[in-house]
């Protein structure tokens, strides 16, 4: 959220900068309204307060005299009423002004390049080479389904579209890639690994911008007590901060967890319905980092370079892209985007966003730091990125990596995690293969081994 001084001081310039800059257009009319409102009953919420301590002086000297006092109580009553009227009135156009303020984009970093949409972004450098087939490459789905490792049908009989069952190496691979980030940004990169609730509070999710304005892209359980399926685990790490105030020495604050995800992708209908790059659920590796403003930018460049790790351990071309105001999130400051190459498609698709959102999720959350300076309470800064989504490294290791007659090498960083094999050939075989081993033994009634 912004800083409501700017909605009550700088209404005018805000509502241009975003529209010029996000092509967002401000109810600058509505937020007038509910302020001049305010303006006034906090007016006469002070003149309540004034008049209502100075009969009450009154009352006390004239009951030093020995004088009547029931009209001046009468009139203190009396004020006491409309007072506690005014404030309660007061409350709520302050709770007005958040909600509007709650719907309003974060504003762009000075560095942003202005843009209307993904054709405004600007490539800030391209690492690895993408390599040249001897043969036409199969995509993800045609190399997973022929070989039983990848099923799309089954899961829409189990779940409808945009599912998917892994199977054999293939999900071994999937899981073999979430072990292999965890690893990599907790001992090399010094993220603390946490797992964390699937499920959170709708606070939580205001706490980082979902909600109001993304409530439709939102998984919810139903009745009074509604939680919501987290759409990636920046949520709820980003929320143990909530309502803290963080001690500076232990700033800057670097979290990793490997989670499922889960959105309904309700504006995304008809885009990416083949195969695993747009699902309901998903999982991936997601870092988070709690900062002080002084060190926002710098942690910024070292959470992305983190998440390009990621793809340079596993050999896979990418680009760094710098995103323009029109294309950035909602709570973003500032971004990036890694792309991967996918050979199936001849370009290169998003796998990694890296963003820094300054103080706009801590002011929702009222989550602080001491600055030692001041000894004051101040705002925190918040970074959220992907590290990386675990799926879409999955297609891009399997196109990158494919062989002609269909087997997949196995990258070098994997391969520890994969017991060692070099390659992922054959297919499912689904019934059990004979010679399984027996249960351990037990005792029948008759007391006779089984």
Known sequence: MLDPVLFRTKLAETAALLLTKRG????????????AERKRIQTRTQELQNLRNTRSKAIGIAKSKGEDTSALMAEVASIGDELKASEQRQAELLAEIETLALNVPNLPHESVPLGSDELGNVEQHRRGTPRQFAFTPKDHVDLGARKGWLDAETAAKLSGARFTVLR???ARLHRALAQFMLDLHTQEHGYLETNVPLMVNAASMRGTGQLPKFEDDLFATAGEDRR?????????????VRDEIVAAETLPLRMTAHSMCFRAEAGSAGRDTRGMIRQHQFEKV???SITTPAQSDDEHERMTRCAEVVLEKLGLPYRRMLLCTGDMGFGATKTYDLEVWLPSENKYREISSCSNCE????????ARWRNPETGKPELVHTLNGSGVAVGRAMIAVIENYQNEDGSITVPEALRRYMGGAEYIAGSVRLAPPTGAPRPPEASRRDGRAV
């Not at 967002?24 to 302020?35: G, L, P, Q, R, S």
């Not at 919501?228 to 143990?240: A, R």
């Not at 103080?359 to 009222?366: I, K, L, V």
Request: aromatic content about 10%; overall charge negative; hydrophobic content about 50%.
């Open 359 to 366: 103080s706009f999720q801590s002011r929702r959350m009222q």
């Open 168 to 170: 054999g190496k293939l």
């Open 286 to 288: 997601e870092l988070v």
């Open 24 to 35: 967002f257009v401000i109810d600058v009319a509505a937020f007038e309204a509910v302020e």
């Open 228 to 240: 919501y399926l987290i759409p990636t685990s920046e949520v709820p790490l980003t929320n143990i």
